[in-house]
């Protein structure tokens, strides 16, 4: 481990960085938001956990809380009349002109956004904001119903790459990258498109789940008991779709009705919806993500299992096929201690702070390689891997 002073040191350079620039205000939107980095010039879907994780890094924060709460309006207040969510907003201020203001062509809901934004009501105590979220997430799950779920399973349908972000992952290389057109409607004429993806559908459960109990909140009882039966619909569905007895792993099934038995981090997402029991986590938890051979590197957890075939010939960068991600790292707030894993997470905390704090030239990157823990050139300053460092850094008492 280093020096305790370079991981302070990293730590006051992370903070200074999310003061000086990534926290700031878009034109025509909502006040100050998160942005992602230079390289992501604005705010996507996948990322609103950020300023969640933001609000939690500094609950005495006025300023900490708005974000919060603006990044969750960013969404709801440029959602289509038919309920369509973008999944990204750009700063036009940054942007170089090679992305629309708001883009619709692809889902890219990685943390459910209905959970988030219950949880920013319970940081803010904002009811009118509940209100808002609570018809907006509603519309969306309509939508996703109306225009994603073609094939009648009752499981909602990936299109196309950009809809999970797992981008050059072999998981998906036969995969069209795009969506054919603007709001991702259409999905491409190939052979294992549509696809039910378990990542995506463990997201569509939690949104759910959290509609539930934001109905509970707003005294709409038999709205909650709705959304809980159509939750429980998606879990079962995807346990006798997506889930493989023998492998005990949850996989992509193309459109011919073939898994893909690609083991892939995709299935976190199934953790972190909490979408399995402790008995069924714990299953496939002992056997994939703590074997060493697969997920439990040097530094975890890679997105892709290192012993699989499927890592060979890996992109040198922005690689959801071998590299562990900050992402990655950062939702583990979001189950490990759920299913009681903390000293795990202690753990690969402690291996990513190692990783940050050890290099000098590539500050907060993307991914590290999970082998050997080199940073790759992807996204310096990236916004979630110095949220997971601040993170890491308070909770394993290096600060107060």
Not at 89 to 109: A, C, F, K, M, W
Not at 180 to 185: F, L, V
Not at 222 to 234: M, N, Q, S, T, Y
Not at 244 to 249: H, N, T
Request: charged share 25%; net charge negative; glycine share 4%.
């Amino acid at each position: 481990m280093p020096p305790r002073e370079r991981i302070l040191e990293r730590y006051e350079q992370a903070k200074k960085r999310i003061e000086d620039f990534h926290i700031r205000t878009f034109p025509e939107q909502p006040g100050p938001i998160f942005l992602i980095s230079t390289a992501y010039p604005g705010v996507w879907m996948e990322h609103a956990f950020d300023a969640v994780c933001y609000a939690r890094l500094n609950p005495d924060s006025s300023l900490a809380k708005d974000v919060a709460r603006n990044q969750m309006l960013l969404f709801l207040r440029n959602q289509r009349p038919d309920g369509h969510l973008p999944f990204n907003v750009v700063d036009t201020s940054l942007n170089t002109g090679r992305l629309h203001p708001v883009g619709y062509s692809q889902i890219q809901e990685c943390v459910s956004f209905a959970r988030l934004c219950l949880e920013v009501y319970e940081i803010t105590v904002d009811m009118d904001f509940l209100k808002e979220a609570y018809a907006g997430c509603a519309r969306w799950d309509k939508w996703l119903c109306d225009k994603r779920m073609t094939r009648g399973t009752g499981l909602i349908e990936l299109f196309c790459l950009y809809d999970t972000g797992h981008d050059n992952s072999a998981r998906l290389a036969d995969v069209p990258v795009q969506c054919p057109d603007t709001y991702g409607e259409t999905p491409v004429d190939s052979e294992v498109v549509p696809m039910l993806a378990p990542d995506m559908n463990a997201v569509f459960y939690g949104d759910r789940k959290a509609l539930a109990e934001m109905a509970r909140v707003l005294g709409r009882d038999e709205e909650a008991a709705e959304w809980e039966c159509k939750a429980a619909d998606v879990r079962e569905k995807m346990l006798n779709l997506l889930y493989d007895k023998q492998d005990e792993f949850f996989y992509d099934l193309d459109a011919k009705g073939n898994l893909r038995r690609f083991p892939s981090i995709a299935i976190s997402n199934v953790f972190t919806e909490h979408v399995l029991t402790q008995a069924e986590f714990d299953a496939i938890y002992d056997r994939h993500m703590r074997n060493p051979a697969e997920f439990w590197t040097e530094y975890p957890f890679p997105s892709m299992a290192v012993n699989s075939p499927a890592v060979n010939g890996h992109a040198p960068q922005n690689c959801w096929g071998y590299y562990s991600q900050a992402l990655t790292a950062l939702r583990c707030q979001r189950w490990m201690d759920y299913y009681g894993r903390s000293e795990d997470y202690d753990h690969l905390l402690s291996r990513w702070v190692a990783a940050i704090a050890s290099h000098d030239g590539k500050l907060f990157t993307q991914e590290l390689d999970p082998l050997t823990g080199n940073p790759t050139n992807c996204s310096e300053w990236y916004s979630s891997a110095m949220l997971m460092y601040m993170y890491a850094v308070k909770r394993l008492g290096y600060i107060e």
